[in-house]
């Protein structure tokens, strides 16, 4: 019984609510024209989407003297190339670039003669709308920032597919013997809308 | 009750708009690209040794001793005898390059003969020792030696060369010395080719 006066209650506050507006517009309409307006917006925040992942594998690394096999240190591209689809909705992407060396984490038995690790150039290849090829380069021997030549791709990326190509260029020799292992690297790539 | 009933909508309307702040307030894009490549333990003849893995010649000379038709006593010392090739002073040199931080070798070697068969006093066989010194990168060298007089195992003192290679040009030899024979020897060509034996057997592993 008292559930039932609940539901009684609640159904009459409807009522009133529903009643209010109607009261009002005839009201306005009784007074002449109404006029009015409705603003309606949206956003579209500045962003970048998509996902970079993969890996480069270079294969064998010593040549015949054990050090460095020499066709490496070319700069064009070793071993597989890596690509991904960026979507930035901004007209001025930033990329940042940077690598770690290659690194087999062996103790190096003489360090005057032997080494355990192979610096490189890591490359991003960057498709633009106006078209175009934006390059950034990071070569893991040097110090200095974080990428190169710069931050700013200086245009919008393109919307096609494998918009982003990552290479691995430039390994640099030492005159000295390669331990035996497996060497790994790793490189870090952030694309930001601005 | 009615509170109650509401509440989880409330909570999931909250935890949306906490999805959404997130999702705005990273709006890079952030990947790796793993690099990797391996370097397969191994040794090598630089540069590779020539047609069938032979690194050289000693070519000892005469053998016998004019004057009583037995070994040369100049033969039986411990330096190194003959002439090398490639190399010098009885050495035949070579440049290996292990990549690994021990490696081991194994020697061993075959008695020098003409294929002549003896009569009494006489022989033809002829025994020496091989000997292989290997540059260290630490300095110093290892030094393993095989007597083909004796048995035992293929190769002396050991085969852990306890340290790496050095890296530096020529820094494997190999020599013969302490040449021994009993009797006579049998006029002939000791060792291969033309005789038979004569053949030292190396194998350099990485580990």
Redesign the interface.
Known sequence: MRMFNSKLWLGAASLAICLAPVASHAAAVAGGQVSGQVNVNGVVTASCSGSIAGTIQLGELDGANGQLDPSFTTNTTHGNTVQASVICNSNAPTVTISATRLDDGVTPPDPATYTSTVDYTARIDIATATPGTFTATYPTAGAGGPQSPGTAIGAALSAAPNNITISVTSLVAVAKVLTAGSYSGVISVTISPS | MSISKFGPIVIATLGALAISQAA?AD????????????????C?V???ATSGGVWGSIALGELDDPSTGQLKASLQTSAAQGVATPGSNGFVTVSI??????PSVTLSATSLGDGVTAQAGQTSRVDYTAQIDLDL??GGAFTATYPTTGAGGPQSPGTSLG??L??TTGNVRVSVHSLSATGVLTAGTYGTPGGTGGVISITIT?T
């Not at chain 2, 709006?27 to 191994?42: D, H, K, Y």
């Not at chain 2, 390059?97 to 021990?102: M, V």
């Open positions: 705005s709006p890079v894009v952030t990947g790796t690209v793993n690099v990797n490549g391996f370097v397969t333990a191994s090598a630089v540069p590779p390059i292990c990549n690994s931080a021990s990168a630490a340290g790496p050095a890296t990485p």
